[in-house]
T-cell receptor
Framework: GESVGLHLPTLSVQEGDNSIINCAYSNSASDYFIWYKQESGKGPQFIIDIRSNMDKRQGQRVTVLLNKTVKHLSLQIAATQPGDSAVYFCAENSGTYKYIFGTGTRLKVLA | EADIYQTPRYLVIGTGKKITLECSQTMGHDKMYWYQQDPGMELHLIHYSYGVNSTEKGDLSSESTVSRIRTEHFPLTLESARPSHTSQYLC?????????????FGDGTRLSIL
């Protein structure tokens, strides 16, 4: 069945280093992908999205890379800060009401 | 900043009680959603709505019901709460003509049934 999963459940990164969070998806029909950040006690917060006609998109300190050949999505955070500590989810959509979410990766920023 | 609000934020209540979780958005979004999320786990869609008077069940079977009488309001009701309903409930909305729009989430209601 369709699934979106994450390779690493927990990622620990030194403050100031770059973080890379990975996501695999299985539905080749998915054409829209989103990264969310969820802090403790809050709902998921939109970070960045990418459509399938792109392979890279940049935001403020974040970059999303999409590799459709291997159905892989990654989120890169530059100069990771303590405020980046949270759980990160990827989600995919294939043009329907349905957004498929992965389990999430917890990012821990070490001082 | 998304304007979607959920109340209450936390609710501890006994078995058998009727519960309504409120969700309101001020963005004029047509589509609204309810998800259930256990700690550290993925989000499971339990209800969604394309617009006023439109409601559908999601992928995860739920004993809850929803209504959409106004665009901005999408309440979720449990007629008789049970301990198995203990979870976090997240409401979301999205707008635009295309389904390829990000969802905006509220901060959730953490529900505990004793």
């Amino acid at each position: 069945g369709e699934s979106v999963g994450l390779h690493l459940p927990t990622l620990s990164v030194q403050e100031g280093d770059n973080s890379i969070i990975n996501c695999a998806y299985s539905n080749s029909a998915s054409d829209y992908f989103i990264w969310y950040k969820q802090e403790s006690g809050k709902g998921p917060q939109f970070i960045i999205d990418i459509r399938s006609n792109m392979d890279k998109r940049q935001g403020q300190r974040v970059t999303v890379l999409l590799n459709k050949t291997v159905k892989h999505l990654s989120l890169q955070i530059a100069a990771t800060q303590p405020g980046d500590s949270a759980v990160y989810f990827c989600a995919e959509n294939s043009g329907t009401y349905k957004y498929i979410f992965g389990t999430g990766t917890r990012l821990k920023v070490l001082a | 900043e998304a304007d979607i609000y959920q109340t209450p934020r936390y609710l501890v209540i006994g078995t058998g009680k009727k519960i309504t979780l409120e969700c309101s958005q001020t963005m004029g979004h047509d589509k609204m959603y309810w998800y259930q999320q256990d700690p550290g786990m993925e989000l499971h869609l339990i209800h969604y709505s394309y617009g006023v008077n439109s409601t559908e069940k999601g992928d995860l079977s739920s004993e809850s019901t929803v209504s959409r009488i106004r665009t901005e309001h999408f309440p979720l009701t449990l007629e008789s709460a049970r301990p198995s309903h203990t979870s976090q409930y997240l409401c979301a909305s999205s707008g635009g003509q295309s389904s390829n729009q990000p969802q905006h989430f509220g901060d959730g209601t953490r529900l505990s049934i004793l």
